[in-house]
């Protein structure tokens, strides 16, 4: 994985628009800061986006709970996703761990951390 510009993310949501569903994924027990990025992301993208995680944190739930958005939460032992899925894009979690369950495999990867240094874990394929 390595440092992106924005052209370049553009493309490759754009990409996964065109093939499928493009699936937000927070790191489990999501805080506002993953909440947050996952739902303003999926907006963004439109309608082909959706937010999704494993459990919301209490404090998360409680300001969501008047918000007009749609969060999707996942069972980690049987999440389900778009049958169709043309990217996922993983938010705010430096490892593939951190998010609960398991990713399809050979899907387009995009990873967006804030973090200092992502985790050598996640595929060499991943944006």
Do not use: Y
């Not at 499928?20 to 790191?27: D, E, L």
């Amino acid at each position: 994985m390595a440092d992106l510009d924005l052209s370049e993310l553009s493309d490759w949501i754009s990409k996964a628009s065109d093939n499928g569903a493009v699936v937000v994924v927070t790191h489990r027990n999501g805080d506002m800061d993953t909440i947050g990025s996952g739902l303003v992301l999926a907006q963004t993208i439109g309608p082909s986006a959706r937010a999704c995680g494993v459990h919301i944190g209490t404090l998360a739930k409680r300001i969501m709970k008047g918000a007009d958005v749609i969060f999707h939460s996942l069972d980690s032992k049987r999440p389900i996703l778009p049958r169709n899925i043309g990217g996922i894009i993983v938010v705010d979690s430096a490892s593939p761990g951190q998010i609960g369950f398991d990713l399809p495999d050979s899907t387009p990867l995009c990873i967006i951390d804030h973090h200092g240094a992502a985790s050598e874990e996640w595929p060499e394929t991943a944006l």
